[in-house]
């Protein structure tokens, strides 16, 4: 069992940056593979960023080179780094994690919106 909690949303001007967290507690030692996924009114959930337990990094096309996730082990978050922000960035912002005995688990969500 994991338990996942986004936070880090808010409201942004274009251009500017935000980071963020996905905190994950329970059975941490079973995850491996850690995903941002957002979802904007109207629009279907897309997948926006990807770490594996070993470092493997992905990222969708419309936010690489301002987009960046990384991982703190020890404290069990992972980061969505995201600058250089637009408009069309603005969703709910969901962390999925993958476990190892087959179960996905998601966050409650964190609201971001990008607008003058």
């Known amino acids: 069992q994991v338990h996942i909690v986004e936070s880090g949303g808010g409201l942004v001007q274009p251009g500017g940056s935000l980071r963020l967290s996905c905190a994950a507690s329970?059975?941490?030692?079973?995850?491996?593979?850690i995903r941002w996924y957002r979802q904007a009114p109207g629009k279907q959930r897309e997948l926006v960023a990807t770490?594996?337990?070993?470092?493997?990094?992905n990222y969708a096309d419309s936010v690489k080179g301002r987009f960046a996730i990384s991982k703190d082990n020890a404290k069990n978050i992972v980061y969505l780094q995201m600058n250089s922000l637009k408009p069309e960035d603005t969703a709910v912002y969901y962390c999925?994690?993958?476990?190892?005995?087959?179960?996905?688990?998601w966050g409650q969500g964190t609201q971001v919106t990008v607008s003058s």
């Open positions: 329970g059975s941490v030692s079973s995850i491996y593979v």
């Open positions: 770490i594996t337990s070993g470092g493997s990094v």
């Open positions: 999925n994690v993958d476990v190892s005995y087959g179960s996905a688990y």
